[in-house]
């Protein structure tokens, strides 16, 4: 098994190999959805960097202590300087990374691709770690071991524990794409997020790269959009005072003035082509969905649209939805005349108050 | 709304009569009006204008039509299927405007003590609903066979050898007292069939409308509305004739000379001329009976005349289709394509519901609301359009033998005294006629001519939208089918200038549209609407049907996602916002508006002659 796949061979690569988010986008290449290009570090590389270097034995034993008195906090920067202080050598990786669109010292993002992150169930959103903006071949694979080493942050230890995972059998795999300076970016979701209302889709969307939006920092815009006939349903455009953009190779927050703030991040046909691209991407994975987005340079011009993510909706859908004609008996009028009197009953017994 | 301020409307007795109008009272029976004697109950409900069904000051006579579909409608609901958490509806005349209220249950549990019986019986009516609906339709056509057949006979100054000769045994007077009396029998049948099945037909929709709140939240009401459209309804049936008749115009090649600048009866006089001409008449009559007899209102007036009586509407339609006809254009209501789009939706939405249990739902809820969306349209042609058209045409031929006996000065003067006054003029008619001796005249004269007076006072003023107090939730199946809800209460509580520059009322087709406001207040002024106008009315009537090829966009004082209007605009692909409460006050003809059938808005974007 090679230590590094383009992200278009990964649809099929195993979970254990690459991670969620290198599958999930392997998905998205194969259905012919845009996303930056870029290639997935395995997590064979990092089991065998951490043989190589000795590290599993020394991990251990800063775990342990950790069950004792000492603070995970004092355990993770261990790690971290443990893990820092070893240099990662890979040509396979400096030569995926020469190879990417762009030029030899192309800007790349850097995002962990966890086994347990993203699957259906567990959602463990933002909790690893994401380096914008990364540019040259040693400093792609410092970030390489800095994502590896979030996996003994606090955060990633208890949540490990709470599931019952073991540390040791435990890796990282890691994604490295060419970095989109986003106009405008966010997420979606294939569903309601709020009702669950299955019809609907949601796309939240602020200007700039999108994180300021998935740490909350910003209230995005959000618009609805029905799945079925693809009319935007509701649109609340919220100020958004100021946006993350990429300023001399660094990420930085610009404020916007107010006039610029109040305005929509996304054009109507813009939420429209995001919702497309949900719909699509559902049916193709037969399950809701959400992703994350950005429209950047790109072929069709300044606001071309890229897909940074997808996994499976993990709230409302903790089953795969069901296309097979149903097993319980035809539509009939008693059972509907039952569903009316329930009903009745319900409006009966709602009284919904006009003061509040 | 955390105003400390009392919300509520003026009280029914607080509300004083427009100047010159006083004594308006007199013109309505006392059981229609509010009074000491029930005031603190009647003080007590939320009470809210009709002006979807009434726009107009009540014509004495006419609220006959009302007081027999109140009564129906609320016999069928409090004591023939005992609906739970349903009311009888109150009517009320103030200021000659009709005011509806729920009426809440005595006892508490009601309700549910109801719902058994309710099970049972509408159950009953679900399970047989096409042999009902047949058998409703049988029973319609009986009616108006019945209705037709009702004579109104001249009194002649000697009755003819025939009355003697067969043994008759009685005088033409009885047959005409006879003859009203039949009529009032009538018409109080047709709107006890009215509801037979109408009011079961929308615990249906709102069956579906319930499923669809739990489930696909998000789905907007055009949507949901089209999810049961399409099936072929009886409601679009004359303006398909129209169009067969302007195909037919066109393939005989008589384009020109049904565009000749005469009266269609002069038309067709010249018509009958030729081999083409005749076979175009043929056809002509052929659709008229029964598809000419639709109120180009709504029926329920008798001012508003039917295509059979004036065929310059049909007409002038029948050219309309004619022009677009010969440019090229395809004015076939796309039927196929209404269908397929509804099959389309049901199919999508049905599989993106998370479970079985929930298709199986949707599909009954959806089954049973289709089995009934025929109804919703055909007791409206059978009786608004068919019987009504037959009714008031009856009525006029009344009145033409109270003018004839010299009581009233024209026909129209009768429609002003209410149908209690009705028969004792009509007596006076019998009986002085018997008795060949003078009747009151000139009390009648003194009354019609007073309650012209008052008629237009009432009608110069602005009704309140509602009275009394401010329910705390509004859940009934009539207020539903009104489109009043809580958000259409607090737009008639909010103060002038928050509704100034727009109104707010219900999406009920989808699409913005901008464009010059038309105010037509009623049928006699829809020859006003030129195209692409906005049609703004206080609400619409099916019959319309042929202004809808002209505007860009409906806006109605009152109406719900399920009226007629809404239906008609959504086939025709047109925007609508109803129930917006006060459209056609703000709004005059002229301003440029936009209105949004996605978000339910109307938005003034600038008053008429500024821009």
Redesign the interface.
Known sequence: MPHVLDLAECSRVSLDEIGGKARGLGRLLEQSLEVPPGFVVTTGAYREWMRANGFDGQIERLLARADGVTALQDVADDALRLLEGAELESSEIDVAYRRLPGGPSVPVAIRSSAIDEDAAGASFAGAQDTHLSITGHREVRRHIVRCWASLFTPAAISYRRRLGLDHRGHAMAVVVQRMVAAEAAGVMFSLDPLSGDPSQITVESTFGLGGALVSGDVTPDRFSVDKVTLEIRSRVISVKPFADRIVDGEVSRVELDSRRAEMSSLADDEVLALARVAKAAERQMDRAIDMEWALGPGPSGRRHLYLLQARPETVWSNTPRSTDPPETPRASTSSAMSRIAFGMRQNTNRHPETET | ??TAVE?RFPGPLEVPAPAGAEGWQSMYSPYLLFSEENAEWESSLFWYWDGMHRPDIEYPFDTIVHEAYMMSVSAVVSRIFAV??DQAAASRVLNGRLYLADVPFAAEGE??RR?PI??RR??HY??NWSQLNENWIAKLERLISDLTEIEIPELPTLEDDSVVLSGRGFSTGYVLLQAYDRLVQNIFLAYQYHFELLLLAY??Q??LQ??VRA??????QQ?LAKLTSGVELRQFRPDEELKLLARKALDLGLGARLRAPAAPDTIIEQLRADAAGREWVAALDQAKDPWFYVSAGTGLFHNERAWIDDLSVPWAAITGYLDRLERGEIIDRPQGEILRERDH?TA??R???????D???F???L??ARLVAPHLQDHNFYIEHRHHTIFWNKMRALADRVVAARLLDEQEDLFFLNRWEVGQVLFDTANSWAQTSPGRGRHWRSLVTRRREIMDALRADVPQPALGA?P??I?GVMSAQFGIT?ETI?QWLAPQAERDNQLRGIAAS?GVAEGPARIVLGSDEIGTVQDGDILVCPSTAPAWAPVFGKVRATVSDVGGVMCHAAILCREYGLPAVLGTGVATRHIRTGDLVRVDG?EGTVTLLARAGSH
Do not use: C, H, I
């Open positions: 709304m955390n919300r739970p958490g309700s549910e719902m309710f099970v509408a159950g679900f399970e615990v249906a709102m069956n319930d499923f489930t696909l939240r998000g789905l907007s949507t939706l999508e939405y599989a993106l519901l998370p479970t079985p249990e298709q199986v739902a599909d009954e809820s089954e049973l401010v705390k939730a859940g809580m607090d989808g996605n």
